[in-house]
């Protein structure tokens, strides 16, 4: 069955430090992938996407994500988080042969000053 | 400025008195979506529609109407609330019906059924 696992459902970091959002899939095709940001009281933003080629990928906000084929994940990473990254966090898939995306349950981030 | 409006923000409402939730997109997008998204459990499909006139049911459509009249605009209707239809709801469009397109997600629309 075609799922997206994100394992942890929140997480606390400091202000200035690392931070890495674990996503892993399961999928029959190619996949799509996708890290959606939430901000409190917004919609949806994307973030960043893979689909071929490179499999570090730079997305906006100085996220990068790496589409680790052999281990199915796609886990987002910033070296240095701020105050307004605290938001909840949403890994996609999708495929060629599919309309419809596959979403993760949500991970929360937040952050420690 | 492209983006996608919902209205209203914040409803409260009562079991069983019809309501609907408007959704209007400004990008000119073929496709639209609906979504909810409850605490762990992240987003789930209500209904889509890949054009005008072309509507088709997601993953928890029980309970909920769409249609699509009008390119721009795709408004959910729930005929009958009831208090498991509490949730926050969104609406997303996007350029193209594949799924490697970046969805524009409006603000949300929090829900409440007493």
């Known amino acids: 069955a075609q799922s997206v696992t994100q394992p942890d459902i929140h997480i606390t970091v400091s202000e200035g430090a690392s931070l890495e959002l674990r996503c892993n899939y399961s999928?029959?095709?190619?996949?799509?992938l996708f890290w959606y940001v939430q901000s409190p009281g917004q919609g949806l933003q994307l973030l960043l996407k893979y689909f071929s080629g490179d499999t570090l990928v730079q997305g906006i906000k100085g996220f990068e994500a790496e589409f680790k084929r052999s281990q199915s994940s796609f886990n987002l990473r910033k070296p240095s988080v701020h105050w307004s990254d605290a938001a909840e966090y949403f890994c996609a898939v999708g495929a060629r042969s599919n309309y419809q995306l596959i979403w993760g349950a949500g991970t929360k981030l937040i952050i420690k000053p | 400025e492209a983006q996608v409006t919902q209205n209203p923000r914040y409803l409260i409402t009562v079991t069983g008195k019809k309501l609907t939730v408007t959704c209007s997109q400004n990008m000119n997008h073929e496709y639209m979506s609906w979504y909810r998204q409850d605490p762990g459990l992240g987003l789930r499909q209500i209904y889509y529609?890949?054009?005008?006139?072309?509507?088709d049911k997601g993953d928890v459509p029980e309970g909920y109407k769409v249609s699509r009249k009008e390119k721009r605009n795709f408004p959910l209707i729930l005929e009958s609330p009831s208090p498991n239809q509490t949730s926050l709801y969104f609406c997303a469009s996007r350029k193209g019906t594949g799924s490697a397109y970046e969805q524009y997600f409006g603000p949300g629309t929090r829900l409440t059924v007493t």
């Open positions: 529609s890949m054009n005008v006139e072309v509507t």
């Open positions: 999928y029959g095709a190619t996949p799509y």
